[in-house]
């Protein structure tokens, strides 16, 4: 019984959940699958895998797969970690700076933790922005020692924010990465995720 609910749970889940948030559905695949009309887990789900095929080829088959909770890759094993990040996208677009740092330092303490997780410090700092009419951009430091320090990776992340002309532009997306790692509890058993920026792996 317990079994049998978990699972009501996943397909209940994964039927809200918004198109792009699927792993592999990028932002050129789901402007197509916008204009068939597919938002939603559920409105993926309804298509048939003869359809999807016609639209999008061999991927069909997969898009027919993951509406449905499958998911036939393979867990990577021992994989060496290149970098520690993490992003977050925002259900409406931020205007305000302040709001963008606010959640600028909220990312940087969520790196911070996962440094501490993973017993690693990195040299690069790259941050990551993403405007609302989805325009990517990405900006970088180098230092000559690792760092794994809130303070630090708040203070540069805030610089390279800083640096960008935002020309009263919103943001949907900011994310902060750390790579260049030191020898860290680098080797290690990933496992592939079905839905991107969900929080949850099935």
């Known amino acids: 019984m317990r079994c049998l609910r978990q699972a009501a749970s996943v397909y209940a889940f994964v039927e809200q959940l918004p198109i ?3 792993h592999g559905i990028g932002e050129v695949t ?19 895998l003869t359809e999807l095929t016609h639209h999008f080829g061999k991927a ?27 992003e977050t996208s925002f259900a409406q677009d931020l205007s305000d700076v302040g709001q963008m740092l606010q959640e600028l330092e909220q990312i940087a303490q969520i790196v911070e933790q996962r440094l501490e997780q993973h017993e690693t410090r990195g040299r690069t700092l790259t941050l990551k922005v993403k405007f609302s009419d989805y325009q990517q ?4 430091k180098t230092m ?17 924010f800083e640096s960008i002309d935002l020309e009263n532009r919103s943001i949907r997306l900011l994310g902060i990465s750390s790579s260049n790692l ?15 920026n969900a929080g949850i792996i099935f």
Request: charged content about 25%.
């Open 20 to 22: 792009e948030k699927f």
């Open 30 to 48: 789901a402007v197509k699958m916008h204009s068939l009309g597919i938002h939603s887990g559920a409105d993926l789900k309804q298509r048939s």
């Open 60 to 86: 069909g088959q997969y898009y027919y797969k993951i509406a449905r909770a499958e998911d036939d890759r393979l867990v990577e094993a021992n994989r060496v970690r290149k970098s520690v990040g993490a």
């Open 137 to 140: 951009l990405t900006r970088s």
């Open 144 to 160: 000559f020692a690792p760092i794994s320090e809130l303070s630090t990776i708040f203070e540069i992340a805030k610089a390279l």
């Open 182 to 196: 030191d020898n860290a509890k680098q080797t290690q058993v990933i496992q592939l995720p079905l839905f991107q």
